[in-house]
């Protein structure tokens, strides 16, 4: 179930980001592009064109972040503390404090 929304959520991400840049900005935007200059808009009219593309934004943007609530809240863990990978390795390593070089009593020369 995990992959399958993973794999929505890309899939939603990637058609949010073509309907964006479909749009018509300021200038002609991509839009424009497509057809030869009449793209969409020569086929259903420039209103109808921003109108349903306008639509297709909130409805694949609401749908992007109902998505990502459901994969937060349902399949991620929680409740754990989980500690990082750095923090890992350190406690497996063990911490070796060096030792001092034993002292040896001075013997007087010539023994």
Not at 48 to 72: E, G, Q
């Amino acid at each position: 179930m995990f992959v399958i929304l993973m794999v929505l959520l890309v899939i939603i991400s990637i058609l949010l980001t073509v309907v964006i840049l479909m749009q018509a900005s300021k200038g002609v935007g991509l839009s424009g592009a497509f057809g030869g200059g009449g793209g969409m808009g020569a086929m259903l009219g420039v209103r109808k064109t921003s109108d349903i593309l306008a639509r297709t934004t909130w409805i694949l943007a609401v749908s992007l972040i109902v998505l990502i609530l459901i994969v937060n809240l349902f399949f991620l863990p929680r409740g754990e503390i989980r500690e990082s990978v750095l923090e890992r390795s350190a406690s497996e390593v063990p911490v070796q404090q060096p030792q001092a070089p034993a002292q040896q009593p001075a013997q007087p020369p010539g023994k």
